[in-house]
């Protein structure tokens, strides 16, 4: 376990250190917060923007954390070869997996966690209203979107290729899945595409929890599915 936490470590600090990773999961998301908020308001429900637009952003950080960084890093390191070191020590593509999936998901926990720190003290944010709920609805979130992640990492040979790809699933799915606009605002075609898509259910969780309402069990069971099913190709492709 020492040796796992020493890994997850030092592949949170790579991440952080890497400029175009920082941005995207820290600032990027604070310069769509303030363009949402500028006119302030409220969504035909009645709700407060804010409270709609800090619980899908958190969606958003993990899905580029999920969708983007993480399996860019991991065919980077296919590409330089880190993999093939690595299988002559006893790490496993289980423990790869879960040391890159633990430190990219830590990656997402700082966006969120400084988008709530800006929508209180700066929009007068509630903040959730069941938190236990909340932290459930993002862990099967950031698991599902995680092992489409690490999938696409598995078997893609190079960096750049992971990363168009992952920018190619990434940028549709936030559309029309309710992690970039609400969901209720967006038109009738937009959410019946976005229903099908791994992030809906994830902004759906995450939002219902926040807004103290019971989670749906079909959504949940969805969520846990993906994960299984994407983590469980993703280990079978795994190529060092």
């Known amino acids: 376990m020492k040796g796992l936490g020493n890994v997850i470590a030092i592949e949170l600090k790579l991440a952080m250190r890497d400029p175009m990773a920082a941005f995207f999961a820290l600032a990027f998301p604070m310069v769509i917060l303030w363009i949402k908020m500028r006119n302030g308001g409220s969504l035909p429900s009645g709700l407060p923007i804010i ?30 070869r880190v993999l093939k070191r690595l299988r002559a020590t006893p790490a496993s593509p289980t423990m790869i997996f879960g040391a890159q999936w633990v430190a990219h998901m830590l990656l997402a926990v700082l966006g969120g966690l400084l988008l709530g720190v800006v929508g209180l003290i700066v929009y007068g944010m509630n903040g959730p209203a069941d938190p236990a709920g909340l932290v459930l609805a993002w862990i099967l979130g950031a698991a599902s979107l995680g092992a489409i992640g690490l999938l696409i990492g598995a078997l893609v040979p190079s960096g750049r290729a992971a990363t168009v790809i992952g920018l190619a699933a990434f940028f549709p799915m936030v559309f029309v899945s309710g992690a970039m606009s609400a969901r209720e605002t967006l038109p009738e075609s937009m959410r019946s595409v976005g229903d099908f898509t791994p992030m809906a259910p994830a902004v759906q969780a995450v939002r219902a929890a926040w807004e103290g309402q019971p989670a749906s069990p079909l959504t949940l069971a969805v969520l846990v599915a993906i994960t299984i099913v994407a983590g469980g190709v993703a280990l079978k492709a795994f190529r060092w």
């Open 51 to 80: 409270e709609a637009v800090v619980p899908m952003l958190s969606v958003f950080v993990i899905g580029l954390a999920s969708l983007v960084v993480l399996p860019a890093t991991l065919a980077q390191y296919r590409e330089r």
